[in-house]
């Protein structure tokens, strides 16, 4: 069965850093592209970034592009979301998900993945 479980949210003010890790279980990371969403109060989810199933390529949303940064650890089957230079637009639940068919997950939108964990607040605030 497949299971997405995120973990290290918080409180952090601006301009801090935080490290999201999403463990995953059920499947290797070699089989499916793995996302990570947000949903900021009010708003519908966004695709943040995605990592494809080799972890050669990346994708970000624009607006975190330069200070965010996904990673994959394949022996503990995880993948991060290192967050630095924080901001309040970036207060969101956070949310990792698997993509819903190998190869169809380039696009980083919501639709295209599936499994999500149960997700992880962030909260940007001095």
């Known amino acids: 069965q497949l299971q997405l479980v995120e973990s290290g949210g918080g409180l952090v003010q601006p301009g801090g850093s935080l490290k999201l890790s999403c463990a995953v279980s059920?499947?290797?990371?070699?089989?499916?592209?793995i996302g990570w969403f947000r949903q900021a109060p009010g708003k519908g989810y966004e695709g943040v970034s995605c990592i494809n199933n080799s972890g050669s390529s990346t994708i970000y949303a624009d607006s975190v592009k330069g200070r965010f940064t996904i990673l994959r650890d394949s022996a503990k089957n995880t993948v991060h979301l290192q967050m630095n230079n924080l901001k309040a637009e970036d207060t969101a639940v956070y949310y990792c998900?698997?993509?819903?068919?190998?190869?169809?997950?380039?696009?980083?939108?919501?639709?295209?993945?599936?499994?999500w964990g149960q997700g992880t607040q962030v909260t940007v605030s001095s």
């Open positions: 059920g499947f290797t990371l070699d089989y499916y592209a």
């Open positions: 998900a698997a993509e819903k068919l190998p190869g169809h997950g380039s696009d980083c939108a919501p639709y295209q993945y599936d499994n």
